[in-house]
Each structure stands twice: as structure tokens, then as C-alpha cells.
């Protein structure tokens, strides 16, 4: 994740991931903090129960943003594309099974260099086992600094741009069919870099 992402779970395996959309980086005098959102979206036990509450919200209070809200049932993303005359509404769209990238544009926007360049690598790679602690293809791809030189630093899985933006951290997270007791999620957190700080299990308990 770079600087313009936050990420949480809840007990009852519903994930929530704010990004800020193209052009949004970073707060802005009178505007809430679009983590909040995360906070929201997990005080609720179902995705869904999220979805409807957040589709309300007022979209002048916050820039704008991508949000992510899964649970082991179903998915969904919603979109704030903030003003010049884009609609003032969160827009939601449920995700379909499979795999999806989602950065500061749309679900899988082949736009995104990084999306076009790394979706196909995802795909090819050999699936998790979050069960046996096996993610190696997945992380070994999150923590990629390489891509090619016609499309410049921004086109990497791991970002790292002279002037300090960069990737600071990874998460991976794996949410049971039947989360609770004795069933919790896998999450996996690297404090860094993915090429220098090693993923390290969290405990949920």
C-alpha cells in the first residue's frame, strides 16, 4: 500500500480498503479523513449492511476515493469522484468472483499501467494457501520493484519514486467461508517494503 490507503477487518470477516483517487492524494482543509470510512464500513457485520449505509454519506465532507468492502458472501466497491461535475453521489458496484485490481481509478481499468502490466501476472501465479502459510507467488509479485522503461517507476508492483512516495507497507488477508471462533482471518503484514520487511502473521485474537 502507498500513502493514500487504509485497510482494516472485523470479527465478523468483513475487509474494508480506502484509496484516494487520482489526483486526491492527501487530506484537505475542511475535509474528514476517508479512513474513516473503513472505521464505518466495520461496524457492520454484514458487506452489504456497509454498502447501504456508506452510499448515503455526505459526499462534500470528504475528496475523493475508492472504497472496497468484502465479506465472505460478496464484495463491492463504491467510487466519489469528487467535483468537476461528476456526480455527487458514492456510486457502488458489486464485484463479481474472481480475481480484480483496484487502485486510484475503476475495477481492473486497463488505463492503469500497473493494473495492465501486473493483472495477467496475478493470474498466472499459483493461488494462495492461506491454510498452509503458502502466499510465496503472491508476495513475490507485491514485492516487485521491476518494470519495463518505457512505462517509468509508476508502472512497478512496489513503488519507490526519488522524492519518497512510495510503497510502505503490504497486507494480505484471507477471510474464511465461516468466520468466528476458531476461524479467523489470515493476515499477513509487512512493515515496509515488501522486498525488505518480511510478511509476519497477525494475531486476531
Known sequence: MGGGSWFGVNDHGVAAVVMDREGTLGPQAGKRSRGELVLEALDHAEAKAAVHVLKDLDTNAYRAFNLFVGDPVSSFWLR???????????????????LHMLTARNLDDMSVTRIRLHFARFLEAEIPDPSGDDWADWQTLLASRTF?????????????????????????LAIPCYPGYGHKPRF??????????????????
Open 80 to 98: 466519489h469522484r469528487g467535483g468537476n461535475g461528476a456526480p455527487g453521489c458514492v456510486e457502488d458496484f458489486e464485484v463479481p468472483p474472481g
Open 148 to 172: 519495463p522503461e518505457q512505462e517509468g517507476a509508476h508502472a512497478a508492483m512496489n513503488l519507490d519514486f526519488p522524492n519518497g512516495f512510495g510503497t510502505v507497507c503490504s497486507h494480505l
Open 188 to 205: 499477513l503484514f509487512a512493515p515496509g517494503p515488501p522486498d525488505s520487511a518480511p510478511y509476519e502473521l497477525v494475531n486476531l485474537d
